[in-house]
């Protein structure tokens, strides 16, 4: 049994993973990604240990000189989780990613560990001291240890068939076959199936969410397959087709990174092979990765991705990808903030903590300022900014003693060069793209079976307490207490999973029942919180809109409180809610969330002002390039009196992004504020030049030339809107009002009848009509 767990849950993880998703969650990929890698790595890992210490009565496990530097990376990875700027982000993975998580890293190296100590070159029936064969795991005696239950051909193979089912299933979504089955449905009993809604999406594929993560896989797949040729005896028609395929799809999605993946790696591989002479009895094979570079060189410079229209009648979006030159910055300038940084980075999985802190103000040039990245252009730029100098150090470390120990037994084990060339690959595109679940699984999937490649330089550590049944007590405690640690964590991973269902599935009448439901079965994701106060946030405006006599100043009050508590902690009756704030006190997203919270409420909550003025304080301190943020901070500097800290805040919004219109905007309201009418006009005036179609700047504008006395250019702006937005019921008021101050006392009345039509029983409007009629 322990055998057969072990087997399958590690063959099942090389072939699931790359295809594994599902739509019950809120992101389909990464998330449920996890925790399938989760749940296999950790029940093969404990079946390992209960083998080991039930049935062989003995601890054993492979060294090879390569263990040291991964233990060390892991090491180096936990110290940065503790001392992290954001924990939970550290531990769990960035909400939305995931896959940079500790706890993903951990399993990813306890994968390494079952790779590397129960797979072998070959597969092999267990033997027993008669050297005859058996099967019965019970009948397993004392040579135990030379049985063999996975074989390094067996994987590959089963990691060749996933990526075969990558293909054809991403095929089937680019050409749309997907998105014309998306209305068929069949029953069985009670149950409906129907194609999930992100199956009928182009860009849809298994490994990523986007095209560009597939189209980087594809190169290091192809690059790998290419090895498989070359060491070949026979031509398996298989790999060909599956390299054409991919090759194909390279070309379609016509991704630059994917093509430096291919040409550096395998421009590497050749030189490493001439040098080495390795294939001199036949170089002629060497021809096959020479035309690829070429091709892929070729396609480097070739515009394809817009021939996509006109060939296949489509255009896939572009992933938007943080650049390699800002990565690289924000990485060095967060590795060097301070000497914790420089030791241990941000913490790992907490790159927009950086992102956000070291952002250069040429970003808001860009047209992707007002994204907010979580992660790198590049994984090794994100390593140093989130793991400081000593993660890159023991990353750079476990990767050059790879390739070192690589270099010395190319030559006795061909049948590792596809191997090599693959790590070659994944390490190229480590460079120029950042690492999801399946790029990261991929990278320890061929380190391990790289390791069990080598063979000489691996020995065996073996503990046996046989005579010795205290230790075997010990032991078995030990095995308690693991067995019981991970249905701890399968109990807590259950309970999340079915919050991000509860989270996904917040719509409509159910939004906030269900999103109540997400932040109770998981109190430690500020994400939910952020949206549950935002949508409380939504009821109280809704509530404030409606007649004086049909607010329920009950249910406002309980509204304002949960919107606060949620984002910044307190008590909901007898239970105290940790916020968002708590949770994650460096993140800017939840600062933001609560400025705006208390920026909406002031006018009716006491201290609200004081409050938001503070919260958008804190995320300045956390995202000082930002524009938004100190024009937001500016607003409620206006609104308590204070103008020379919102003329202040207003200078540095337009200081970092000299056409952020709000910030002008807000500028010239200023200067009205201060009784500066002719300085406000001419503000606005240069607005309403840039944007001309801005009806809020127009409409702006024309309440400025009105209070100015310039009421026949009032007259002509609030015309503008009128016949932009029809409907705009204050240009329609406002018109009303102009008209009738220059005695147009027909036009007036026609334009409060529109206000009263839009606006029915208004009293304002109707007493206006009253006087102008003279009734």
Known sequence: MYNKVIKWSIYLLVFLLPLFFLPFSFEVFEFNKQHLLFLLVSLAFFFWLAKMVLVDKEIKFKKSPLEPFVLAFLFIAILSAIFSVDKNSSIFGFYGRFSDGLIGLLSLVIFYFLITNN????????????????????????????????????????FILSVFFVILL??????????????????????????????????????????????????????????????????????????????????????????????????????LVLWKRIFKENVNKLLLPILIVILAGTFLFIDTYNLQSSVFNFQLPKEQILDQGESWQIAVKGATENVKSGFFGSGIGSFH???????????????????????????????LGTMGFLGILSYFLLVGMFLLISYFFLEQHRSGIPLLMAFLALLVGQFVYYQNTILTFTFWLILGLSV????????????????????????????????????????????????????????????????????????????????????YLGEISSELQKPVDSKDRVLLSDYIQRAITYGKGGRIGKNYIKGATELSPNRVAVWETLGIIYRDIQGIATGALEWGIKSFEKAIALDPANPVLHTELGKLYLISGELEKASGEFIRAKELKSDYIDASFQMALLNERKNNLPEAVKEMESLASSYPFNVEVLFQLGRLYFNNNQVDEAINRFEQIVALMPNHSNAHYSLGVAYQKIGEREKAIKEFEKVLELNPGNPDVQQKLNELRGE
């Open 119 to 158: 797979v072998s070159l070959s597969e092999k029936p267990l033997i027993n001291t008669d050297k005859k064969p058996i099967n019965d795991d019970k009948k397993i005696g004392i040579n135990q240890s030379k049985s063999v239950l996975i074989s390094v051909s067996g994987l590959i193979k089963t």
């Open 170 to 271: 991403s095929y089937l979504s680019i050409f749309g076959v997907w998105a014309k089955l998306a209305n068929f449905q069949f029953s069985i009993s009670n149950f409906q199936f129907k194609l999930p809604a992100v199956m009928t999406q182009r860009t849809f594929n298994p490994v990523a969410g986007s095209m560009e993560g597939l189209a980087v896989f594809l190169a290091i797949f192809s690059v790998f397959l290419i090895g498989q040729i070359l060491v070949s005896k026979k031509r398996e028609v298989l790999n060909y087709l599956l390299l054409i395929a991919a090759l194909v799809f390279l070309v379609i999605i016509d991704f630059s990174a994917a093509w430096v993946v291919l040409i550096v790696s395998l421009v590497l591989f050749l030189g």
């Open 353 to 383: 903590y950086d992102f956000a802190k070291f952002r250069s103000v040429d970003f808001n040039k860009r047209p992707l300022w007002q994204i907010r990245f979580d992660r790198a252009g590049s994984y090794i730029a994100e390593i």
């Open 452 to 535: 069990v490649n080598w063979q000489k330089p691996v020995s065996e550590k073996i503990i046996s307490f046989k005579n010795f049944p205290e230790l075997s007590l010990v032991f078995s405690v030990v095995l308690i207490v693991i067995g019981l640690l991970i249905l701890g964590v399968y109990f807590f991973a259950g309970k999340f999973y079915l919050a991000d269902i509860n989270y996904k599935n917040a719509t409509g009448e159910k939004r906030i029942k269900n999103l109540e439901k997400a932040v109770n079965l998981n109190p430690y994701q500020p994400q939910y919180k952020i949206v549950l106060a935002q949508v």
